[in-house]
């Protein structure tokens, strides 16, 4: 940027040429000091005129200053440019100065040096030395102080050296360089490359520029330089201001360079104590409070406070206190340290006030070098710091609250030095709140100032406490508090979590958690609902693009009423989780954004239970506190349940953190320490029923099994063992679920619940068995406890302990177990139990089976029986035929399913003798049924079993309920035979031709699809022979050398055995119609379900092979089975089965 001429330059230039002219004979080159005053007028008149000013030392504005730097910097270099000789031609195109440099007459340092002085600008040549390298600046420097010490020495002359002095320890200000910057940069650019250019100077220039600086010392200790100056300036001061201005400086240099070693950090409330006492006394001088002094003062401040940049290089730590007493005894003798008007104080007093004490502290404080302590420097400087504030001594300056307000206010809002931390201050000063209306006032416009979390809480205990006392404008506080949650809106989502997780260590209730007048309580409930209202519309039906931005505003609106009083925004969380439908999973998903509601995650001592009375706990029980307390209210239905369980399972899921942590808001540990150990252990009322404490359990154990195996296990702070005990209980009580207590009441507990109470039986019997195994010694004491205790419950409870048991002890059952199984005596004892007497040996072996699936296959591969005698066989069967009534209505599907397993095992295996009678069949069917025996023999013992549970000596067993689980169970079984019978007969595609039963394609008939979706099997291969191929081939066989080959085609050919099929599923389906007629109220649904599918499957079989029957075999089929369903009571029923059955046989026509 180059400084072009215009019109404002071209002034300039006239009054220096004018200046010039009033120096002849002489010129401004060779000017004297004394001569200035003659000659410097026309300069000085044109500055006044281009800045705008009356006066050159009034209010600074940017025009002035600016111009004020551009004066200096052009005749600073126009003297360089003198003494180095640089050529015009290099000028021109090297120096953006050069159009008004050299429109100038030649000027010497007299000319630079008094312009400063009469402009003021002592603060601009302080910057601009301050772009110099240090031995420049001791160069200039050593230039200034001969000329202010050479005649004429005025006041004026010790003020620009004072002044300077204290500019350059202040050093630039980094705040208003802005584009100023520029041109001290130019500045120095010009500089350094004039100063580089002497060595290729011409001899004539060089010579020049030697002489010149020639006369300047070699020292470049500027400390050096400038306190013998001082000292050889004593005479020139006369008046008090100026020798308490000079004192002031030559103390706090002193202690910037020698006393400190790092920047001392003022407490905010003690600097703030300060600036309001400097600015009542300069109000008393008739200075006005605007930011500009407020930053004067806090530059000062600052500057007395931090190690001085230039460190001395030849001064030491006596000299300069000897100079210094020297100067505070002259002028004292002299009668100028002496304050005349105590009630009014002069800043310059004030200033050195503060400057001896923190010298003299220092010097009390501080190891101080032995050649000063033997010289007697340490005690003189003490007494003379004590005698000079003895002679500052005046009325002690207090600041008031309304002048802390004042200043306080200025300096946040124009964003002066350290004004985050004065919002600090600000925040958390009550009694402003109380005492000036404006602090409202600027709170709101400097909302900015105040967005972070630590000063946010500060003003948050103001606002509660304002809240709470007594005579608060109800106005001014919901005002405050609007302003304080949009200050909490505008903060990142970390803020928000420090703020929310400070607010809830305050209090639980926010704001709210004493007496607040009820307009700002209504106020706040009016906020809660809309916020709630807009999330709960908005959730549902947003498109895909939208619901990341739907649930920043989601977060955002519960942050707000969250910080507000995180306990009634809690509660409306969970509420909405509970209550809205769908709800759970958005108010998870913004409740996992905002951790900070968790709160502490401490262990809780001894007053756990006097927090609990007081009421809600404050940090990590406050969400499930909350959620007791919208359960309590009301009972939930099943809906409402699994809602709850939901939530509470999203919640205890691990989310990604920004740090790249998994956390989770609720632990596991948590919920169940607080809803399931109280409830599982209460016998009375409780807001959460057992069984969904039951699943609340599992759900946070199936949780934890997707992390990463941890020792020790959250379970342990949970009371693993007598947890496992009360569950033991709980599933001992399940065991006979359908039994009646001798009052009449009936246990709720369903299967669905027992199989729940294995499930987490089991799986906290691993975990825990695993941290045993870890440390055995440990919990040695807790095993054996757990061990007496189950004694008392079912023997079949221990097994499902095993893992917790380990190699411990051994596997306990009843003593006629083993009789029926031969058990290694290391492993197994038996029990002498009343209910197992003689003959239940193999009641007690199918409990066992039932258990799990390695007990099942170590009874099965431990049962003594002797197939070689057919006796022990048919005995055996009897037996388990007897055993298998007495144990199926008290399986649950799980255990139903591993004993259907032990039985076709034991059929497969021949161990099992179970006859097939003709029973349902008029006519002895030509067909080859022995891949279906186990099938039909299954079928037929369930029958047989079902045929002795339903007789009068057995059919009072059962309740309404237990009867409705045989059918689920008898169902289930059925459904496994059809799956079996799909797996030997799989169904053509869609698409694909229907198969005859010989192996030939034919035309796909039409007829409806099957309802079973699981009827859609593999495709099925088969070769391309015609049925009356092989007829051909039959007819020639009995003469045909041919025969075997024909017979070896034939079973080639006949791979699809689908005649087999259905005749097996017409008898499955007999089965189920005799059971469901014999079981009491005979509209057992499932049943009745099982007879649809038989039938769809049965006709889908037609359908895909429909040569398997001829239309005779059709019809008697309709009507066989027709017969079958007329027994049926209920009439809906038969009537549906009765139009399937007729649809059988129009699709087989």
């Known amino acids: 940027m180059t400084l072009m001429m215009d019109k404002d330059s071209a002034v300039l230039q006239g009054a220096f040429l004018l200046a010039d002219k009033l120096c002849l004979p002489s010129s401004l080159s060779s000017l004297q000091k004394a001569d200035w005053s003659r000659v410097g007028h026309p300069v000085l008149a044109a500055v006044r005129e281009i800045c705008g000013q009356e006066e050159l030392g009034g209010p600074p504005n940017s025009r002035a200053a600016s111009w004020k730097k551009k004066l200096v910097c052009v005749v600073w270099l126009k003297l360089l440019c003198r003494e180095t000789g640089e050529d015009v031609e290099t000028a021109w195109r090297e120096n953006p100065f050069f159009p008004l440099q050299n429109a100038l007459p030649e000027v010497n340092h007299v000319v630079l040096l008094e312009l400063v002085k009469s402009m003021s600008a002592s603060k601009i040549f302080a910057h601009l030395l301050l772009c110099l390298p240090q031995s420049q600046i001791c160069c200039e420097l050593e230039r200034l102080t001969q000329h202010v010490k050479s005649s004429p020495t005025s006041e004026d002359d010790v003020r620009l050296f004072l002044e300077l002095w204290w500019e350059l320890w202040k050093g630039r200000d980094e705040r208003t360089a802005g584009g100023e910057e ?78 400190i070693e790092r920047a001392v950090k003022l407490p905010t409330e003690e600097k703030m104590h300060i600036l309001s006492k400097a600015v009542i006394i300069r109000e008393k001088n008739n200075e006005k409070l605007s930011p500009e002094l407020i930053q004067e003062v806090q530059r000062d401040l600052s500057t007395s406070y931090t190690p001085s940049r230039f460190q001395p290089s030849q001064m030491k730590l006596t000299e300069a206190l000897q100079i210094v007493i020297e100067l505070a005894q002259f002028w004292q003798n002299s009668g100028f340290l002496k304050v005349c008007d105590n009630s009014n104080p002069s800043y310059s007093a004030f200033k050195l006030q503060q400057s001896a004490q923190r010298v003299l502290t220092a010097v009390e404080e501080a190891d101080v070098p032995e050649a000063m302590t033997e010289m007697g420097v340490k005690e003189a400087v003490k007494n003379v710091l004590r005698g000079l504030l003895e002679s500052l001594s005046f009325p002690a300056i207090e600041s008031t609250p309304e002048v802390n307000v004042r200043v306080t206010t200025t300096i946040i809002s124009h964003r002066l030095e350290d004004y985050h931390y004065f919002a600090v201050l600000f925040a958390r000063e009550r009694s402003w709140a109380d005492c000036d209306e404006h602090w409202l006032d600027c709170l709101e416009k400097n909302q900015a100032a105040f967005q972070h979390h630590d000063t946010l809480m500060k003003l948050s205990s103001t606002l509660t406490s304002k809240l709470h006392s007594e005579g608060s404008t109800v106005s001014q506080c919901r005002k405050l508090m609007k302003v304080v949650a949009d200050i909490f809106s505008a903060l990142s989502l970390e803020d928000k979590n420090k703020a929310l997780a400070a607010m809830l260590r305050l209090s639980s209730r926010g704001f709210f958690g004493g007496s607040v007048p009820s307009t700002v309580t209504d106020g706040f409930e009016q906020e809660l609902n809309m916020a709630f209202n807009c999330i709960i519309q908005g959730g549902g039906g947003a498109p895909a693009a939208a619901l990341q931005g739907n649930l920043s505003t989601a977060v955002s609106l519960v942050a707000r009423v969250a910080f507000q009083n995180p306990e009634a925004t809690l509660r409306s969380c969970c509420h909405s989780a509970i209550f809205n439908k769908g709800a759970f999973a958005l108010m998870a998903k913004i409740l996992q954004q905002l951790p900070g509601l968790r709160g502490q995650r401490e262990r809780r001592g001894a007053d756990e239970n006097i927090d609990r009375r007081r009421g809600p706990m404050s940090s990590s029980g406050l969400l499930c506190w909350c959620l007791q307390e919208v359960i309590r209210t009301r009972s939930l239905s099943d809906n409402e349940k699994d809602q709850f369980l939901k939530f509470l399972g999203l919640l205890m899921m691990p989310v990604m953190t920004v740090e790249g942590e998994e956390k989770r808001f609720l632990s596991p540990q948590e919920v169940v320490n607080t809803f399931v150990l109280p409830n599982l252990s209460s016998m009375g009322h409780s807001s959460v029923d057992k069984e969904l404490s039951l699943q609340l359990l599992h759900t946070a154990l199936c949780v934890d099994v997707h992390e990463v195996a941890s020792s020790p296990h959250w379970v342990l702070d949970c009371s693993p063992f007598p947890l496992l005990y009360v569950l033991a209980q709980l599933h001992n009580q399940a065991l006979r679920c359908w039994e009646q207590t001798p009052e009449g009441a009936v246990h709720h507990w369903s299967m669905d619940t027992k199989e729940l109470l294995v499930s987490v039986l089991t799986s906290l019997g691993q975990v825990v068995g695993a941290e045993v195994a870890a440390v055995p010694s440990s919990w040695s004491r807790a095993l054996f406890w757990l061990y007496n205790k189950m004694e008392e419950l079912d023997w079949t409870v221990r097994f499902h302990l095993k893992p917790v048991w380990g190699e411990h002890f051994k596997n306990e059952v009843p003593s006629s177990l083993l009789t029926v199984c031969d058990l290694p005596e290391q492993e197994w004892s038996g029990l002498d139990l009343p209910q197992y007497g003689q003959g239940t040996g193999l009641l007690a072996w199918m409990e066992c089976c039932s258990l799990s699936d390695s007990l099942r296959s170590t009874m099965l591969s431990r049962l003594s029986l ?23 209505p008290w399986c649950s599907v799980s255990q139903w399913s591993r004993l259907l397993g032990a039985l076709k095992e034991l059929i497969a295996s021949g161990r099992l003798y179970v006859p097939f009678s003709l029973e349902y069949v008029d006519f002895l069917p030509l067909l080859d049924l022995r891949r279906f025996s186990c099938e039909l023999r299954l079928s037929v013992l369930l029958l047989r079993v079902l045929q002795l549970l339903c007789g009068s000596s057995c059919s009072h067993w059962l309740s309404v309920d237990g009867w409705a689980h045989v059918g689920r169970l008898y169902a289930h079984a059925v459904r496994e035979m059809m799956n079996s019978l799909r797996a030997k007969l799989p169904l053509p595609s869609s698409g694909t031709s229907t198969v005859s039963p010989t192996g030939s ?43 075997s080959k024909a017979s070896q085609m034939e079973e080639e050919v006949e791979t699809f055995p689908s005649q087999e099929v259905l005749f097996v599923l017409s008898q499955l389906f007999c089965h189920v119609q005799h059971i469901q007629v014999m079981m009491p109220g005979g509209q057992c649904e499932p049943l009745f379900l099982c007879s649809l599918e038989i039938l769809s499957h049965y006709e889908a079989i037609m359908a895909a092979f429909p040569d398997s029957s001829s239309p005779l075999e059709s019809d008697n089929t309709r009507h066989f089975l027709s017969t079958i369903t007329d027994n049926l009571e209920n009439q809906e029923m038969k009537a549906v089965l009765q139009q399937k059955i007729a649809q059988l046989v129009s699709s087989a026509a």
């Open 182 to 259: 520029s041109i001290e940069m130019m500045f120095a650019n010009q500089f350094a490359r004039l100063t580089t250019k002497t060595a290729s100077m011409s001899p004539q220039a060089a010579k020049r520029f030697k002489l010149d600086t020639s006369a300047s010392s070699p020292n470049t200790d500027i400390l050096y330089i400038l306190l013998h100056t001082l000292k050889d300036l004593r005479d020139h001061i006369s008046t008090t201001d100026l020798c308490l201005h000079a004192l002031a400086i030559s103390l706090d240099v002193l202690y910037t360079s020698f006393l």
């Open 866 to 888: 002797d197939q070689s005698r057919p006796d022990h066989v048919g005995m055996f069967s009897k037996g388990l035929l007897v055993a298998l009534t007495q144990a199926l």
């Open 1001 to 1043: 394609a034919s035309t796909p008939p039409k007829t409806p699809a099957s309802r079973d979706s699981s009827l859609s099997c593999t495709a099925v291969k088969s070769p391309k022979v015609s049925k009356d191929s092989l007829k051909d081939v039959k007819q020639v066989e009995e003469d045909s050398p041919l025969k």
